[in-house]
């Protein structure tokens, strides 16, 4: 069985190993570029978000990589993440692809036994324990390294160096077939990451916290590498309220901790929005009403198109962000987002924040943002 | 009821002591109004329903609310503020979590979930909202109406009896639904006034079903009155209104399930239609931007066409789309379909 499964940012290094550990061959397509957008456009309904056009891209790409088993999470969900297996599928096979579906939640657990048990076989409980251990280390061992990294960026001395360590390090990552080795990559990582020469002077480093979709949140292909762009060139510390770990983590019950943290973030969540939409939604009012008290300066809330949960969280936030003094900037993507649009509402953005900061800090009028004598008055 | 200035008026001058409760022209209201008019009147208020939409109430919804929403909502968003500037002492925001109890979880869409949510933080100046929760899956949906009684201060006696009058009104409503007329037509006549029934129910070329949730049918402006070109073109028009919660469960137990319930009703509409072979063609229209629709659109597309060959046509709106492309599209569409039932 060649089993395959959409990409979302580095989710692929952990859910590669457990397709691997539970005896199937794992096909991961090349990691989603303007390309696999372009060929999701051609087949996906006109209206549907834009995840879905990029996954089920990535699906094609799979699928002519010789994937003959495709996954997806599927769920009765509010939001229509749960349909998408179920429409992409039936798009695929309509495109003349023959392939066996396996839908995680949409369908009957027997069923998914049924289409395992030639794979996995006899034993299966050993090979999942020891199969979902790995995949758990190397989910936070990629979680750890990507948080190191948002805040290596915009200290680094030299432009771009953390990057070029951390992509050799996730590769090695993602070559690892053991725990231990995946525990020994994990302190190497560490040490290599605290030695990357930072700045002295850090003080002036923004603070800006990420919300919105999901995978808009942790697809580099799709966000326009806003994250590493938002640390390396504008030098600012990036925190998405989000991360592949969480994802994967919370839904399979392996970490305790994220299931605290989401029913908090629906308890702060209530008075705006009392009921579950099936989204993301909590996480986004729970991480902007947060934001001051956390330090800091400002929010970017970023969403696909016609994305249901986070349009109604877009109508609630410039409120939420007037009551709690912090700014707000919503980026809205779609297939037609260009990249110097988004550079142009970050540049103001940042401006905005560098001033804002230094208003408060007393510094008006002084230093870098002092208006120059000549752009006063050009006519005289 | 009446014009705007009247209403102002009677805000300020001859205010009795009733409660002024206005109703929103936009979303459930198509699907719910005779019973909440029954029930909010036996609880003692004023009900007040905003016109039919027209131009400035769509454009004062556009400019309220944000760019990439369905026009439902928006046109929500301008029925709101003009209740807000018609001086009623609450508005009623229904909030439609789940209509019917399976055993799997049921919604509606996020957006009907989330649309008191969305009035009371995302509207500039929003009016006093009168909250009334139907969450089938989890509490008897006459526990929303015994809640909203009680923040009316009615008391259980009284909010029994308006219950009652309020389902016979709807049950009166739905049976108009039933002959295939738009939800708009069918308020109009419970109203009083028009007897006859509808034009486009009559004798037609051909017949098209017209499948679409209530508040597009019934919203000539957003839907461009579809309706009229519809049957200028020749065609008998039914909506897809016209089916029972059982017609659309015998259809949908065929399909896989969805937790969607409104969506269920739009495939198994079509389904009906298809199989039943009482209409030669089907028009599929949906508003720009709808989540659920994406979807559904793809799942008649690829799995109930394919079935019978019925043509299909699918038009999608949003507040830009003009009178005369989709009489253009209708006119096209009906042209067609004789050449169906020569072969």
Redesign the interface.
């Known amino acids: 069985m060649k089993m395959a499964f959409p990409h979302m940012g580095n989710a692929y290094i952990p859910l590669r190993s457990l397709v691997e550990n539970l005896g199937a061959e794992p096909v991961v397509p090349d990691r989603p570029h303007r390309g696999t957008l372009e060929r999701g456009l051609l087949h996906a309904?006109?209206?549907?978000?834009l995840p879905f056009k990029v996954t089920l891209g990535d699906c094609l790409n799979a699928l002519d990589k010789g994937a003959d088993t495709l996954a997806m999470v599927s769920g009765?969900?509010?939001?229509?993440f749960?349909?998408y297996g179920?429409?992409q599928h039936?798009?695929l096979r309509?495109l003349g692809y023959e392939f066996q579906s396996v839908l995680f939640g949409g369908e009957r657990p027997a069923d998914i036994w049924n289409k395992l048990k030639p794979v996995v076989g006899w034993g299966a409980p050993r090979k999942a324990a020891g199969a979902l251990s790995v995949f758990r280390a190397k989910a936070a061992a990629v979680e750890e390294v990507e948080a190191r990294l948002r805040e290596l960026r915009p200290r680094e001395v030299r432009k771009g160096e953390s990057d070029r360590l951390a992509s050799r390090l996730l590769r090695r990552l993602d070559e690892a077939d053991t725990l231990r080795k995946v525990r020994m990559l994990r302190g190497e990582a560490r040490e290599a990451l605290a030695e990357v020469r930072c700045r002295e002077e850090t003080d002036d480093i923004l603070r800006i916290r990420l919300v919105g979709e999901l995978y808009v949140l942790l697809e580099p292909a799709l966000n326009l590498d806003l994250v590493r762009r938002l640390g390396s060139d504008f030098r600012i510390e990036v925190q998405p309220v989000l991360s592949t770990y969480k994802w994967l983590l919370c839904s399979l019950w392996l970490d305790p901790r994220l299931k605290v943290e989401a029913v908090k973030a629906r308890r702060l969540t209530r008075p705006?929005?009392?009921?579950v939409?099936?989204?993301e939604e909590h996480m986004t009012v729970s991480g902007t009403l947060t934001a001051r008290r956390e330090g800091f300066d400002g929010v970017i809330h970023a969403y696909p198109?016609?994305?249901?949960?986070e349009?109604?969280c877009?109508?609630?936030l410039?409120?939420?962000c007037r009551e709690r003094d912090v700014p707000l900037l919503s980026l809205?993507f779609d297939e037609h987002t260009s990249p110097v649009g988004v550079t142009t509402r970050l540049e103001a953005f940042i401006d905005l924040l560098r001033s804002r900061r230094l208003s408060r800090e007393g510094k008006r009028g002084s230093g870098a943002y002092a208006v120059p004598a000549a752009a006063t008055a050009p006519w005289d | 009821m009446g014009d705007r200035a009247d209403s102002v008026d009677s805000a300020e001058g001859k205010r009795d002591s009733r409660l002024r409760v206005g109703v929103p022209r936009a979303l459930a209201f198509y699907r719910h109004y005779p019973f909440w008019r029954a029930f909010l009147e036996g609880c003692g208020c004023e009900v007040i329903a905003s016109p039919p939409t027209d131009m400035g109430i769509m454009r004062a919804g556009t400019e309220a609310c944000v760019d990439d929403i369905c026009v439902a909502v928006k046109a929500l968003f301008g029925h709101a503020a003009w209740l807000a500037e018609a001086g009623v002492d609450a508005v009623l925001v229904p909030r439609m979590v789940s209509v019917e109890k399976k055993p799997y979880d049921t919604f509606t869409c996020p957006k009907l979930i989330a649309a008191p949510d969305m009035i009371r933080h995302g509207m500039p100046g929003s009016p006093e909202i009168l909250e009334f929760v139907v969450d089938a899956k989890r509490r008897p949906w006459w526990w929303g109406c015994l809640s909203l009684g009680r923040r009316l201060g009615a008391s259980p006696c009284r909010i029994w009896s308006a219950w009652k009058h309020g389902v016979d009104e709807q049950g009166r409503y739905e049976g108009m639904l039933r002959t295939g007329m738009m939800p708009d037509d069918a308020l109009r006549r419970l109203e009083g006034g028009v007897e006859e029934p509808p034009a486009y129910l009559g004798q037609g070329r051909v017949a098209v079903g017209l499948v679409a949730h209530h508040y597009l049918l019934g919203d000539p402006l957003v839907n461009n009155r579809i309706v009229r070109w519809l049957h200028a073109a020749g065609a008998r028009v039914v909506g897809s209104s016209k089916f029972t919660w059982c017609e659309i469960e015998e259809e949908a137990d065929a399909l896989p399930p969805l937790s969607w319930s409104y969506e269920k009703e739009l495939l198994g509409s079509v389904a009906r239609f298809m199989r039943s072979g009482e209409v030669d063609g089907v028009v599929y229209m949906t508003s720009f931007g709808c989540g659920p629709d994406s979807m559904i659109m793809e799942m008649v597309r690829r799995e109930l066409r394919p079935r019978w060959k019925l043509p299909l046509l699918e038009i999608v709106l949003d507040e830009h789309s003009a009178e005369a492309g989709i009489r253009t599209r209708a006119e096209a569409f009906v042209d067609r379909l004789p050449a169906r039932s020569v072969n």
Request: proline share 11%.
């Open positions: 309904p006109e209206f549907a978000c009765m969900w509010a939001c229509r749960g349909y179920r429409v039936m798009i309509d705006y929005l009392p009921y939409l099936g989204g198109l016609t994305c249901m949960p349009n109604i877009r109508t609630l410039p409120k939420i809205c």
